[in-house]
């Protein structure tokens, strides 16, 4: 009988060499299986010789990992490079005596642990091992071939020397839901045991400056603190015992990089700054000096040379290219995101060189699903970083089991019409959202939705529901999580309100309890009296910053809890104040941070209103369906964060949404839903 990728998609462990995969014609499966591996396939840009327009058009759905995503106007050179150093990886992996893979000891002793290890927490993917076996391989290994592996450096050197300058970055792609943050946990392992070893060896630095791209993620990544209750490397077993003592040296400050920002050291007003610089006009400088934003933002790195930095998202960390005219190619918000977008990088690599003028920095690794240039940076939006030396693409990790498979739209529950609403959500529905935040949003009504976003809503509810009660029948504790993803704080409150019910104010001063319109996620029980523990909660901008989410019995109903949480912060700070003085906001993030886990103060939260990239500390944590109410180009995402890159019309928005979370985490298999009210029985181990 003939498999059909759509019914079967895994064909791979996600533990073992991923040796075969469905074929693609065109971006299309043929339902053939190929007994090798998927070879990388992307592109990376070369200087365009001067501006060009894009055309936009629709484009249908594929599987191209980025063929295709940028301009076709645009030159472009096939990039062999991950293949070839793939292979020579491939070679050396497999050489049975560690005599021969000319590395130092303490990388052997880890590389056996990696691979062998009888883990009785999370085993390593493969596709985490051979990140940092092609990271090991490109500094130990590699210098050692003589010109054999020259052309993988120079070609290395090279591409930073067009694009950073200043910096030696070598980028490691994973699929999203693939265990970054682990990838992050071996480097600095490998890093610090052999620095502490060989602390004359300029391969290596136990200082380490861990970039995030917001406050939400940097907490995520806490894990990687040697001293943190759930310490990858010993809660994962990352580390021998014998080598936990060498990873305590570790110097490790992991921030978000708004904080690079330069500071102004005292607050002048005009008058005052004016009678201080006189008559002459003598500028009196009251920003931070670059060595005071280090000082403030790393004392724990100063004294140490040479830091190795780790990019987190990497993709939003770039130098924007000189004469750069696609900027002013774009209009409206297009054009205000990516000026948005370069202000940010800027920030992002210009914090970065300012580390590497004071303290040095050795190397920078990039991690990110996607390192492909973003719209508006100079370069063809959606082409690869050209410095990236490791992929592993979305359907890798599909054919492995690792992410579910996301599928878009193919039915619609709106009547009338041409066209599937669902499958074009934003066409129909955008210009009836608020268009700026809720501060501007102004008093809105959450029952006065768009209709079509309301029916999608409540058939997007209907799938979560049988999921719901599939998971109570199974015994399991903590629920599937259904996650919203809105373009701005106004239409992020209205959905909320919409979902989890709010007090309508009255005329005569009294308020009524309109009840959430979908009822496992209402925060409400029938009386009107607001649940204690909330079962959808809104983590925006605004509601970080007002704590409101929470009720005033939280504290008491969550005891247990938010004492484990006390005890957390004492042992990763080691300061007993701060463990007295649990702000509500500390608490609203710790319950986001927590979705999903046992025991947790967020393990029975059942839905996520959010804006954009405060979802992503969501990834892996728990099962659940996701809805986008914003733009979304060039990618589908799934619960777990996974993007599937597709050629698509600029604008368009598509649903895709997946319950479950991933079989390999001990959990049920998943159930795929279709947008619009088509389910598909395929699961994650492709059984109905």
């Keep these: 009988m003939t498999q059909h990728f759509f019914e079967h998609p895994i064909l791979n462990s996600p533990y073992g060499y991923p040796a075969r995969h469905w074929e693609l014609v065109d971006g299309q499966p043929t339902n053939k299986i190929l007994e090798t591996r998927r070879r990388s396939e ?41 293949n070839e150093i793939r292979s020579y990886v491939d070679s050396w992996r497999n050489l049975p005596n560690p005599n021969d893979w000319q590395v130092t000891p303490e990388t052997a002793r880890l590389l056996q642990h990696w691979r062998h290890h009888p883990f009785q927490s999370q085993r390593p993917f493969f596709c985490q091992v051979e990140a940092i076996e092609t990271a090991i ?31 030696l970055r070598i980028a490691l792609k994973l699929a999203t839901g693939a265990g970054k943050t682990t990838v992050m946990a071996m480097l600095i392992a490998w890093q610090t045991v052999n620095a502490a070893r060989h602390p004359n060896s300029r391969h290596f630095s136990r200082g380490f400056l861990i970039i995030a791209p917001g406050i939400t993620i940097r907490d995520r990544l806490r894990v990687l603190m040697p001293n943190d209750p759930d310490s990858y490397y010993k809660s994962r077993e990352l580390v021998p015992s014998d080598m936990l003592a060498d990873i305590d040296r570790a110097k490790i400050v992991i921030t978000n990089y708004h904080a690079f920002k330069l500071r102004e050291r005292m607050e002048v007003s005009k008058g005052t700054r004016a009678a201080l610089e006189g008559w002459r006009g003598e500028t009196h400088q009251t920003l931070e000096t670059e060595g005071q934003m280090i000082q403030r933002v790393m004392p724990e790195l100063m004294g140490l040379k040479n830091v190795v930095v780790l990019n987190d998202e990497a993709h939003h960390c770039y130098r924007e290219r000189a004469q750069n005219d696609d900027v002013e190619d774009l209009k409206g918000e297009e054009k205000d995101e990516a000026k948005k977008n370069n202000e940010a990088a800027r920030l992002w690599i210009s914090g970065i060189e300012a580390v590497k003028r004071k303290l040095g920095v050795r190397a920078v690794y990039d991690l990110s699903a996607t390192p492909f240039f973003l ?79 309301q029916t999608a809503l409540d058939a997007l509810y209907g799938h979560y529901q049988k999921t719901f009660d599939l998971w109570e029948q199974a015994g399991i504790a903590v629920p599937p999580v259904f996650i919203v993803v809105c373009n701005n704080t106004a239409t992020s409150k209205l959905v ?36 204690p523990r909330p079962r959808t909660l809104l983590i925006d901008s605004e509601q970080l910053k007002s704590g409101e989410a929470l009720d005033k019995d939280f504290r008491e109903m969550a005891a247990d809890e938010i004492d484990r949480f006390r005890r957390e912060i004492v042992e990763r700070t080691g300061d007993l104040r701060a463990a007295d003085n649990i702000t509500d906001q500390d608490l609203l993030r710790e319950v986001m941070n927590t979705v ?13 209103v959010s804006v954009s990239m405060v ?52 959990c049920p298999p998943a159930t795929v839903i279709e947008a619009g009210g088509t389910t598909s029985s395929t699961s994650a181990t492709g059984e109905p």
């Design 375 to 453: 719209r508006g940076s100079g370069y063809a939006e959606g082409t690869l970083f050209p410095w990236t030396v490791s992929d592993f693409s979305l359907m890798d990790a599909i054919e492995c089991g690792i992410v579910k498979l996301p599928r878009v739209p193919v039915a619609d529950n709106v009547p009338g019409g041409d066209t599937p609403k669902f499958r074009n959500l934003w066409e129909h529905i955008g210009k009836k959202l608020p268009k700026k935040g809720r501060g501007a949003g102004g008093k809105l009504d959450p029952l006065s939705l768009p209709v079509e976003l």
């Design 596 to 608: 999903g886990k046992k025991d947790r103060l967020g393990e029975q939260v059942r839905c996520v």
């Design 496 to 531: 909320y309100d919409y979902i989890s019910g709010f007090q309508r104010e009255n005329d005569d001063g009294t308020s009524t309890l309109e009840n959430g319109r979908l009822p496992l996620f209402r925060n409400f029980d029938e009386h009107g009296n607001r649940l």
């Design 42 to 82: 992307l592109i990376t840009p070369v200087p365009q010789p001067k501006k060009r327009r894009q055309k936009r058009g629709q484009k249908e759905m594929v599987f191209d990992e980025g063929k295709g995503l940028s301009s076709e106007e645009q030159e472009y050179n096939p990039t062999p490079i991950i």
């Design 615 to 666: 979802t992503n500390t969501l990834r892996g944590q728990s099962g659940g369906s996701r809805d986008g109410l914003r733009r979304r180009r060039k990618s589908i995402r799934t619960n777990d964060g996974s993007r599937l890159q597709q050629r698509q019309h600029r604008g368009e928005r598509d649903v895709a949404v997946v319950a479950g979370p991933s079989r390999h985490a001990g």
């Design 137 to 167: 391989w490109l500094t130990e290994v590699a210098p050692k071939l003589g010109k054999r592996a020259e052309k993988f450096w120079a070609h290395i050197e090279g591409a930073n020397a067009q694009a950073n300058p200043e910096l």
